[in-house]
């Protein structure tokens, strides 16, 4: 089966949108294998988002993710960096609520900064933003 990262990203924890979030994991089966609630500081954050270090949006995103802590899950099932990203919906949420109504960024985030979560878009990633946050690789 495949991992993925997913992240409730601080707007997505302040507003206590983390039970709605893990039921819409539940049923759709995915196992949240490991998770873990951390802090990022600025250092962290921009290493998380270095590809997008040069964009001109990258000072107000880092400004954002460490504005209070994210929540980390490690969630396997088949094709569960695909489906991950499928639910979460497109990256601007407002547009989500739009055209994806029933997309988790519809439900909670707000723009196409504050998104309220976050998932790997492949397996190259899911693989370095699972060893970023838990510090190993499984292979299986
Ligand atoms: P993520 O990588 O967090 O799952 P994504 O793959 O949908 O999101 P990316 O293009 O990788 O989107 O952008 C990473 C994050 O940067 C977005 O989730 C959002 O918080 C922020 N972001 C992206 N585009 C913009 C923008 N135009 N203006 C402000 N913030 C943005």
């Known amino acids: 089966k495949e991992k993925t990262l997913a992240m409730i990203k601080p707007d997505g924890l302040l507003g206590n949108y983390t039970e709605r979030i893990k039921l819409v994991i539940l049923e759709y ?58 639910l979460i919906g497109p990256t601007d949420s407002s547009r989500a609520k739009v055209t994806h109504p029933n997309s988790i960024r519809a439900m909670c985030g707000v723009d196409s900064e504050k998104n309220c979560v976050h998932g790997s878009d492949s397996l190259q990633s899911a693989q370095r933003e699972i060893s970023f946050f838990f510090e190993e690789i499984s292979s299986d």
């Open 29 to 86: 089966e995915f196992s949240i294998l490991k998770e873990t609630t951390t802090q990022l500081d600025q250092d962290r954050a921009s290493s998380f988002y270095t590809e997008h270090s040069s964009k001109s949006f990258f000072p107000s995103l880092i400004k954002y993710m460490t504005s209070g802590p994210v929540l980390v899950m490690v969630l396997e099932k088949e094709n569960a960096i695909a489906d991950w990203r499928t």
